[in-house]
């Protein structure tokens, strides 16, 4: 792969919009006050949300002690 070939394709990424967009820091909340959803996975959802600056942590009283 050429240097112009990997700059393109970069480019392409960057100008995909997310996914979820606004949607996802809702699903993100869900996902983290579920406790359905194992506690790895919450936990992750929860970084994953703090990366995009969501507050996804459960209120205080809502996890498992």
């Known amino acids: 792969i050429t240097t112009d070939e990997l700059e393109r394709r970069l480019d392409e990424i960057q100008a995909t919009p997310p996914l979820y967009g606004p949607v ?5 909340a869900a996902i983290a006050r579920d406790e359905s959803v194992p506690e790895t996975i919450r936990s ?7 990366t995009l600056g969501v507050d996804a942590t459960p209120a205080k009283g809502m996890t498992k002690q």
């Open 24 to 28: 996802g820091n809702a699903l993100f």
């Open 44 to 50: 992750r959802v929860v970084q994953l949300a703090g």
